[in-house]
Every structure is written in C-alpha cells, then in structure tokens.
C-alpha cells in the first residue's frame, strides 16, 4: 500500500503550526494513551487509528503520513484534526448517549455550517440509494447501528464515534439524514473541529 505525506495546505498554516508547537510541549507517552495511539521512541513517532486507516504522525520532522490521497483542503482539515484530537483527547470511557450536533457546546453557532458541509450533502448523494450509502460506509469501517432506515457508527479517531443516520426519499418524502456524536465528543475536539469531522467523513464518504 502506498504511504502519502501531508503537505501544508497555505489555508490552515497558521492552526497547524501552532498545533505542531503545543504537540511538542506534550509528554508523548501520556499523548498515546489519551488518545488510545501507538508511540514508538526510537522513531518518535505516533501510530493513530483514523476511520479505516493507520496515519504516523512525527512531531521532530512535523509530518503525517497516511495511507491515502485526498484533496488539499480535505487535506488541511484532517491535518489540523489529527494534531487537535493528540493534543486535547482524555483519558475517558464513552457516555455511550448520542447527542446532535446542536446539543454540543455553541453547537448553535456552527450548525448552519456544518448541516451544509457534513449532512445535506449525505442525504442529496445517498437518499435515493441507499445500498450505495451501506457499500460506502462498510467501506469506511462503519459499523451498522438500529436507528433511521439505515445507520453507521464510524470511529475517525478511537474516542470519537460519529453516527450517521440515513432516510431515504421519493416522489413524496424528500431524503434527510442526520449525524450525531457521543456525549463525551467535546471533550476531546473543539466544537467546531467536530464540524470539520462531519466534513472530512462526508468527503470520504461521497468520494
């Protein structure tokens, strides 16, 4: 399988740099086991679980490589999330509730934004065939779950489950779909990281 590296998208510069800094301060050990992460010390590297894939994250050299290509600002986003959930992820068990995106904190200010980025565009893509959502989500990892017409648990990072839910349409109901998150989501990534989340699993999703 080929390995590709993260360049760095000139949009997110500023968040990754900083991300990158605050890393260093970190004792790396107590890092991997936050965020249920692999550290090797001779090559000072983390071994991150994201949705179907391995990425290894080097905080001397200040690269990720990950075993896929993606657009550049699918690109930045995953690059920003991955040093964010490292940097902020606890030491804690799932609450096992689903909460929307609304019930986050300030959830309210950034769900315009995300219902555009992250849900709509499940519904549009996949409420009209909803064999296609299930081929895609399988191969994403996802993990069939008992809620909607048909539903997927996927795993971007180990302590951040993201269920997306899928009805579908036609000629008389129009397709909808929803994505929620575990209670415990913001304890690990900012709400409006946890934006970026929907936008990046969409992307895969779709693409």
């Known amino acids: 399988m080929p390995i590709f ?5 000139e949009t997110f510069q500023p968040a990754i ?3 990158w800094s605050d890393l260093e301060m970190l004792n790396p050990g107590q890092v991997a086991e936050n965020a249920v992460a692999e550290y090797d010390t001779n090559s000072k590297t983390f071994i991150l679980p994201v949705l179907n894939g391995e990425y290894t994250v080097n905080v001397d050299s200040k690269s990720i490589q990950h075993p896929k290509t993606m657009d550049e600002h699918i690109q930045g986003a995953l690059t920003v999330l991955v040093l964010h959930y490292l940097i ?3 030491s804690k068990t799932l609450r096992n509730k689903l909460i929307s995106y609304r019930e986050l904190p300030d959830g309210n200010v950034f769900y315009n934004a995300f219902r555009s980025i992250a849900i709509e565009p499940i519904a549009q893509k996949f409420g009209d065939d909803l064999a296609k959502f299930e081929t895609r989500a399988k191969a994403l990892a996802g993990k069939k779950v008992k809620l909607g017409e048909i539903a997927f648990e996927f795993k971007i990072f180990p302590r951040v489950p993201v269920t997306y839910i899928l009805w579908g349409g036609d000629e008389e109901i129009q397709a ?4 929620l998150f575990d209670e415990s989501a913001s304890e690990h990534l900012h709400t409006e990281d946890l934006a970026e989340v929907g936008e990046v699993i969409t992307h895969h999703l779709i693409h």
């Not at 590296?5 to 998208?9: L, V």
């Not at 909808?176 to 994505?179: T, V, Y």
Request: charge should be positive; hydrophobic fraction near 25%; glycine fraction near 0%.
């Open 5 to 9: 590296e993260f360049n760095k998208p």
């Open 17 to 19: 740099d900083k991300a």
């Open 88 to 90: 902020n992820s606890k």
């Open 176 to 179: 909808s779909a929803n994505i």
